[in-house]
């Protein structure tokens, strides 16, 4: 059983360095994409008489699935001529440039450390996707200085105001603080779990240190959750 274990984090953490699988453009009538589309018209729920402009999604513990979840809701999200900004907050192990082929010369650090920039000069967008992508940018030695910084929070309001949804992938809460930080400064969270893989102490971990910040936790993914009968619910095969 140990040896399972090593053998499959060592498949999720080879994926992850190739990026998080976009099963939602690729195999759009798959199951795993329809319970995606089940997972936005739960937030547009959520939204019905809140301002629902930003969210973080996060995990307990690295290779949960939550850059996979992030990437697929954003794409999904942005099929309903939304306009949507997915936001590579992860300073430690950024996925997102992976993901969708990003050149990330230039990113949110960028932005936090350079003065008289733009964000419109940095942001990326996808026209076949529709999509807009702000990249992590170089990584940096102070990352949770640069997340709680307060240029990090200007920012994150200017993005509010320009997009219909801003959605950041963010590192592990249990991992560091930044996770913590920023749904603080969002207005709800999406706490990723991968089914027999994450542990039911780092997951009420994770939950009490978001509220320990009076986060807005919206809702939970399960990840790799088998399927139940011919109800067609599959499962999230994902790498973090």
């Known amino acids: 059983m140990v040896k399972f274990f090593k053998d ?11 990026g998080a699988p976009l099963i939602t453009y690729y195999e759009p009538e798959s199951v795993n994409s ?5 997972l936005r018209t739960y937030l547009e729920f959520t939204q019905m008489g809140h301002d629902l402009k930003s969210i973080a999604i996060t995990s307990s513990v690295p290779l949960e699935g939550k850059s996979t979840t992030s990437a697929n809701l954003a794409y999904t999200m942005g099929q309903t001529g939304l306009n949507i900004l997915i936001v590579d907050a992860d300073l430690r192990k ?3 440039h992976r993901t969708f082929k990003l050149n990330n010369e230039q990113g949110l650090t960028t932005l936090l450390t350079k003065q008289g920039l733009k964000f419109n000069e940095v942001v990326q967008r996808s026209t076949d996707l529709d999509l807009y992508f702000l990249p992590s940018g170089p990584k940096l030695p102070n990352p949770a200085e640069l ?3 307060p240029q990090m929070l200007v920012l994150m309001e200017e993005l509010k105001n320009n997009f219909d949804l801003v959605i950041y992938d963010t ?6 603080t930044d996770a913590q930080i920023l749904s603080t400064r969002v207005d709800g969270v999406i706490l990723v779990v991968r089914q027999n893989f994450s542990r039911k102490d780092d997951v009420y971990k994770a939950k009490i240190a978001l509220e320990k910040v009076n986060a807005n936790v919206i809702g939970s993914v399960l990840n790799n959750a088998p399927i139940e009968g011919n109800e067609g619910y599959g499962y999230y095969e994902t790498e973090d």
């Open 8 to 18: 499959k984090n060592r498949d999720l953490k080879k994926n992850q360095r190739l």
């Open 34 to 38: 329809e319970q995606y589309r089940n």
């Open 94 to 96: 950024p996925t997102l």
């Open 147 to 149: 997340i709680r910084s």
């Open 171 to 176: 590192p592990p809460v249990n991992s560091v």
